[in-house]
């Protein structure tokens, strides 16, 4: 189970919308369209990068952002492109521009987060995460405090990190990922008991991965608890025959 999984929720909250692009070139027209047009790039810029086109999405951010530079989401969507493409430097920078247009936009607060922390930065990080819980048009702090706790985890700060995982919990009791962070974090510090509670919860409404399934084996083989782990085992070759997890447990025989 990898820490970095709960971080892979911060994508969700850069907002992808579909558009077409404006063609117009007579100078009153474009001018008068100029808006329109900064927020189609965006949002066609967002939707190549979603599906891993970078060279397009920075491209198409970038004319957005000559149109409109006040845009904060496309300077946060041209962050995660640059970072995508291993431009550190240049993902920053657009970073920064986006929370200095637009400070009060949680999901920028929230990119920015999780950028410092795979660069490290955890400090800085933790900064960012409680900016974005404490905005009042964050409807998903639940997501927001389970990234900020994920990436506690990393650093390693567990007290902190069982603090924000608790904390997502209290806003959404059933949150999936945050109580499967919950479990890797009481597995880790050596509660293999409370590992199997949380992760228990987990299975009790949602679909279980190959990884999950596991993290399952690794705690019912701490616990002696061979019905269980085999019944983890099983699932796994039957339901995930070529992941990565069951040529794990095949080679181990």
């Known amino acids: 189970m990898k820490k970095s999984d709960g971080l892979l929720g911060a994508m969700a909250a850069l907002l992808l919308i579909g558009g077409c692009i404006s063609t117009t070139t007579g100078s009153p027209e474009r001018k008068a369209n100029q808006g329109d047009a900064a927020e189609l790039n965006y949002q066609l810029g967002a939707r190549y990068y979603r599906k891993g086109d970078y060279d397009l999405a920075r491209d198409r951010l970038e ?89 506690m ?22 949150y999936g990922e945050a109580l499967l962070q919950m479990s890797v974090l009481s597995y880790e510090t050596g509660d293999t008991l409370r590992a199997r509670a949380f992760l228990q919860r ?20 701490k616990l002696g608890d061979d019905t269980a782990r085999r019944e983890y085992t099983l699932q796994l070759l039957r339901d995930f025959p070529d992941s990565a997890e069951a040529e794990s447990i095949r080679q181990s025989g």
């Open 63 to 151: 004319l957005a952002l000559e149109q409109n530079p006040k845009n904060g989401l496309a300077w946060s969507a041209l962050g995660l492109t640059y970072e995508a493409l291993g431009n550190v430097r240049l993902a920053e920078d657009a970073y920064d521009n986006a929370v200095r247009v637009a400070p009060r936009e949680f999901k920028i607060q929230e990119n920015y987060a999780v950028f410092l922390c795979r660069q490290d930065r955890y400090d800085d990080a933790r900064k960012y995460f409680d900016k974005a819980i404490k905005a009042p048009t964050n409807d998903f702090s639940e997501q927001t405090y389970t990234n900020a706790g994920v990436c």
């Open 153 to 174: 985890m990393q650093k390693p700060d567990n007290v902190a990190a069982e603090e924000y995982l608790r904390a997502a919990l209290e806003r959404r009791p059933n």
């Open 202 to 221: 987990y299975l009790g409404s949602n679909m279980p991965t190959a990884t999950v399934l596991f993290h399952g084996i690794r705690i019912e083989e």
